[in-house]
């Protein structure tokens, strides 16, 4: 079966995150309506032991990875929960409340930064902006109240939760994952709310119905982003899901009759401005193919950075006699070369994507997919039908994320494993024999394939390197 091309997948995974975002922005005032007779601990065990009953088939073929990562998000999504209830049961207004959640467009990437990614300047900028936009809207009701500490409390564990999604999903199942995440939060909140649990029957049968709905949309929003953020990333995902505040704002309007005063309309405008400077963080990032004799000064220092000084790698490894004669591409962060790759063509069904490397500066804001998707684009462009990979087996996830499926496991090299991994980009392969062959010059070439070796094997998920070995 042929995975969908990256760009497909992409605009299906973004369609999927818009969704979820527009089910969110209808539980805000369901829940705030619901906690007045539930309380928060009631409501999240019952609607997550409805939703649990739907993915309870996918509880079987279980191993201890799954268990592991599936528990602990599923810990994060209870704290995120839990929180929000909280928060939602004091007086603070829910489009006040789906305001403040939307600081995890801000906070994603800040944590990220703890795990090696980098973060730019205007990221910081777009963090004090926001916070300040959160302490206008706080204002309006005259303080820093209780409600505004839960729902920070709600940001931080999301954020957390969406940056773990994103490096486990491409492992399992999304529907087992799901199914773990769902019985754990079930779990967590029935000991929560268990001395009061029976005393709550009634109240569950009184607003049955908004329970029901809340539950299916718990199913949905837990089960939609682990299909999305196998495409996504997290940075991506906190900017899509700004969408929530302007739905659970217009849901608001519309059940409750709630509206943000002067104060109110302010913080939310410096928080989406914040959430749009942070996310065009890329926007200075363009890539450029040349060749080896155009950039080589760029190329080298590239490489030297990465593979040499950084890794250790052998300079035989680093450079080959290839250089001079396959195609490059070169990515610029505000006109400054940081990342590099090249497409060597093997033969007219193969090529390979090889010493792709991005400076430990540019990482963590998507360099490394935009050079593998763009050597992908060429060589789709070109009639290869097919692109095979090596790649250490700590860095697969982010192929698998681009469409690559593992072929095998093949060696160790400097305590490095590898695997084998390919791609399909066109269905087709016998047609292959007929195509023209490439003209370069006067003279004509066989069109070849794409591998990439020795990647980078600290390098954060969405940022590899690599050579060719």
Not at 248 to 256: T, V
Not at 324 to 350: C, F, M, N, W
Request: charged content about 15%.
């Amino acid at each position: 079966m042929i995975s969908p091309a990256p760009k497909v997948q992409h605009t299906q995974g973004i369609i999927l995150l818009v969704a979820v975002t527009m089910l969110w922005g209808t539980t805000f005032p369901l829940v705030k309506e619901t906690v007045i007779n539930l309380s928060p601990g009631a409501l999240i065990a019952i609607r997550c032991v409805l939703a649990t009953l739907a993915f309870a088939v996918h509880l079987r073929d279980l191993n201890a990875r799954l268990l592991r990562n599936g528990a602990l998000l599923g810990i994060l999504l209870f704290a995120s929960l839990a929180t929000q209830a909280l928060a939602l049961e004091t007086t603070m207004s829910a489009n006040r409340a789906a305001f403040i959640a939307s600081l995890n467009v801000i906070l994603v990437p800040l944590l990220g930064q703890l795990l090696g990614q980098r973060v730019l300047v205007r990221t910081f900028i777009a963090a004090g902006l926001a916070l300040g936009g959160i302490g206008v809207m706080s204002w309006e009701g005259g303080v820093f109240g209780i409600g505004d500490f839960w729902m920070l409390c709600d940001v931080l564990s999301y954020a957390t939760y969406i940056l773990m999604l994103e490096s486990v999903t491409p492992h399992h199942s999304s529907q087992s994952l799901t199914a773990i995440q769902l019985l754990v939060v079930a779990v967590l909140a029935s000991l929560w709310t268990a001395p009061e649990l029976i005393g709550q029957i009634e109240a569950i049968g009184t607003n049955f119905l908004p329970v029901l709905y809340l539950a299916l949309v718990t199913a949905a929003t837990t089960w939609l982003p682990a299909v999305a953020q196998n495409w996504v990333s997290a940075h991506e995902t906190a900017l899509i899901y700004t969408f929530e505040p302007m739905f659970a704002a217009g849901f608001s309007f519309w059940l409750l009759g709630e509206k943000l005063g002067v104060r109110g309309w302010l913080g939310a405008a410096m928080v989406l401005a914040a959430m749009v400077l942070n996310q065009n963080q890329t926007s200075n990032v363009t890539l450029k193919v040349v060749s080896f004799s155009e950039e080589e000064t760029a190329i080298q220092a590239i490489r030297t950075a990465v593979f040499i000084d950084e890794e250790g790698i052998s300079p035989s490894l680093a450079f080959d006699e290839h250089d001079k004669t396959v195609e490059h591409i070169l990515a610029y962060l505000d006109e400054q070369p940081v990342g590099t790759a090249r497409i060597r063509y093997v033969d007219s069904q193969l090529a390979k994507i090889e010493n792709l490397a991005v400076l430990s500066t540019a990482r963590g804001i998507g360099i490394g997919k935009k050079l593998m998707e763009n050597a992908l684009e060429i060589v789709e462009q070109n009639h290869i039908p097919k692109v095979v990979i090596d790649v250490p087996g700590n860095v697969r996830a982010f192929y698998k994320k681009l469409g690559f499926d593992t072929l095998s496991e093949k060696w160790t090299e400097d305590s490095i494993f590898y695997v084998e991994m390919s791609k399909d980009l066109l269905g087709r392969e016998s047609s292959l024999q007929e195509l023209e062959p490439l003209i370069i010059g006067d003279n004509p070439v066989v069109l070849r394939t794409a591998d990439l070796s020795f990647l980078h094997t600290h390098a954060s998920v969405d940022e590899p390197v690599n050579i060719s070995s």
